[in-house]
């Protein structure tokens, strides 16, 4: 969009605003280059610079300022004042010309050439309106006036110059900057109880899961048995896993020997409520590798869907884009999903995103799953709910990122670390319970989740609206122009 365009987009100037543009008002000057060379006799001193990083969209960034050695002639006329306007050089195409103003809040500093300075020349003139308006419908200028590269884009001093701004007399632009102002305090206060809002809701999911995988959610199995008189007839979670084991010989059809999963140590695992039991993960299943995607595959005749990383997440499947992948036939039953597979997510750059889960609904049918994705499937069918549960819950999130974790301070699992989880293993009938109270404790925390997220993309749109009506004049009834 040209300035022409951009004036024609905004409705007709209201009596006394007139148009600008950004070099009529300022003198707009680069920063330092880094590593650029000096001449020998050039005296250079160690002085802070700011960075792309510390020049935020409507606010600085001032918690990492980096130093830069300068020659005191730069320093001289590269230092910023206060009420001097900063703006972006380049970076992704969305975040061309963010800025904000500088304040004076350290005694000396200096920027870098990838942000240009404006100071205006009317010292009447208002810093923060001019940069209100850079960040809101200046924005789009910047947009389709920057020049893109293969990775980024960037705008030059003669575009950023020619920017077109609607402004009116100094004395409009301090009443329009004080109602922004006074309307974004009120927008960050809701958004601040958002955010509280929000933690709470985290901390009360945390408090759920954490309580439901210590028998403190519902009646536990051995409660109810010891009221109802039944002791003889329910089946403990030693029980269960008994059940399961053998049964998982009875079953067994693979290669060689059965072999039978080795118990977890419980010596570090710590107590459990009556009625329950320690497995490993591999006890209670069988978990699956999946296919290593490479060139050749491009080639096989049989392509069929499959799961990636970005198709899972907590408790969510995001199957709106699924890639095919050639497959042998010899190796389809190992990597086909059923119904009610666990799916385990092996690597993330993020510790908190380490093992997230969700089970396989069959949305897609026949699907195999990528090897970055670890499959369990369990043994008994109504299983898979209550180990997902216990392994994003405070306790089993322990063990997830004690076996995720390396000495070179990555967190990735394998099958046999998933395999070793341990898992606390409540009677089936309990199991139930726990996840049905889970599930609807939960579904009223989405609810609210949803709707905190509604709120809040609902101040995002208002703080446009203030900066849209702000720069048309309609901000404030009092404001005549």
Known sequence: MSGEQLIQDLASLPKG?????????????????KGQKNRPTEILRRVPYLRVANVQ????????????????????????????????????????????????ELQECVHQNHVFRARLTNSLDNPKFIS????SAGQKYFFDQGKQTTNLASINITK????????????????????????????DAGVN??????????????ATLKAACEGRLVPTEAELARVENRNANFESGEALLARILTERRKSWNGR???????????????SLPDGWTWARLEQLGTTFGGLTKNPKRANLPKQLPYLRVANVYANELRLKEIECIG????EIEKLLVRVGDLL???????????????????????CVHQNHIIKVRLTERWMPKWISTWLQSPNGRQFVELVASSTSGLYTLSVNKVGNLPIALPPLAEQKRIVAEVERRLSVVEELEALVAANHQRTIRLRQTILQKAFTGCLIEQVKL
């Not at 109602?179 to 927008?187: A, D, G, N, P, Y």
């Not at 497959?327 to 010899?330: C, G, K, L, R």
Request: no cysteine; glycine share 12%; aromatic share 8%.
């Open 256 to 270: 060689g020997l059965y072999k039978e999963p080795s118990a977890p140590d419980t010596s570090t695992v710590g």
């Open 132 to 135: 209100y308006y850079g960040n």
């Open 193 to 206: 109880a958002l955010l509280r809002v929000t933690a709470n809701l985290k901390r009360y999911r945390a």
């Open 160 to 187: 950023l110059g020619s920017l077109p701004i609607p402004l009116p007399t100094p004395d409009q632009q301090q009443r329009i900057v004080a109602e922004i102002e006074k309307q974004f305090t009120r927008l």
């Open 327 to 330: 497959v042998e036939d010899s």
């Open 344 to 366: 385990i997510v092996e690597g993330n750059g993020s510790k908190d995103q380490i093992g997230r889960m969700a089970i396989w609904d069959g949305s897609i049918d026949p």
């Open 57 to 104: 969209r409507g606010y600085l960034d001032l918690t990492e300022i980096k130093e830069i050695d300068v020659s005191e002639t730069a320093i001289t006329s590269l230092s910023l004042r206060a009420g001097d306007i900063l703006f972006n050089e380049g970076g992704d195409r969305d975040k061309l010309g963010r800025g904000w103003v500088w304040n004076g």
């Open 17 to 33: 605003w007139r148009w600008v543009t950004l070099r009529e008002i300022s003198n707009i000057a680069g920063g330092v280059t």
